[in-house]
């Protein structure tokens, strides 16, 4: 069921930029210290076994603050993050960091995930007007399937007019990629079931998908007519992927299009500067410098890059009229 915003009264509707500009990254457990008692949260307490401080959350707010700012000259139009907790961790990264002048506003999911992650949109309210949103829960395909993270869904107005925005963070591959399979494929077919009811339209998909662009759900994803637009992209420092396991650079996050907005793309790109990374040790050159590598604090902002993506758009105002 469709949540209706009534913001129509409440934002500026003229903006002049010239493009529309999306950044997709995966927080890393970006959970806040306080325990909710419904989750398996307890790990990232200043009690638990990663001794998560305040200090320590306060550091990531800020870091994932300004590697959002850093991405482009101007911040972003659109934000798709994963692997984020709840509402007050949004509430903090918008309101109390250095994102606070950037005057973004945000939705979020509230699922059913056992350790209580969530992904979550920002946008800027002069470049994204939401309309509607919902939330798309995928029924477990097996038996042994605990429940994972629903799908955003945020119909919103440009001013190119509308776009679809869905924000995904499909089941990690523990217990192996072959036997995690049918989890992942769950996920890509009620996400094409919403496009399917959606029709012909702008509609971008973001997110951690925790498969690689060849795997059997992408492939399916792009047989329905999704155009990933990030595929094999690189960014600078020697970054390859978005993700780097065993001195190996893949791709799990990625940013899809419909045809009508894939034509509109300008530029996509892995963001890596040197503050986002560290040496590699063991087999050479640079990976993400992560908040914990195992239970040991390295103080990083995230295991995975962020991915960048620039469409072209028509000038204009957001219309009144929806």
Known sequence: MFLTLLLLLL?????????LTLVEMNCENFFNTRHDSLKQDTEFLPEGSRRWTPMRYWRKVRDIAQALLACDDTPPDLVA?????????MRDLCRRSPLRNAGYHYLMTESSDVRGIDVALLYQPT???????????????????RTTRDILYVKGETLSGTLHVFVVHAPSRYGGEKESRPYRLA???????????IGEARIVVAGDFNDYANSPAMRFLNDIGLHNLTADKRGSNGAKGTYRYKGEWRSVDHVLASPSMAEKLDTAYIFAPLFLLEDEPKYGGKRPLRT??????????SDHLPLVVRFHRLGGTISDNH
């Open 11 to 19: 934002f500026p509707t003229v903006c002049t930029a010239q493009r």
């Open 81 to 89: 993050l994963t692997e984020v907790e709840n509402d007050s961790v």
């Open 127 to 145: 470049a994204f007007r939401p309309v509607c949103y919902d939330y798309i829960s995928v029924m477990p395909p097996k038996k042994n399937m």
């Open 187 to 197: 996920v890509a077919h009620k996400l094409a079931e919403a496009i399917a009811a």
């Open 292 to 301: 914990y590598n195992g239970y040991r604090y390295t103080g990083g902002t």
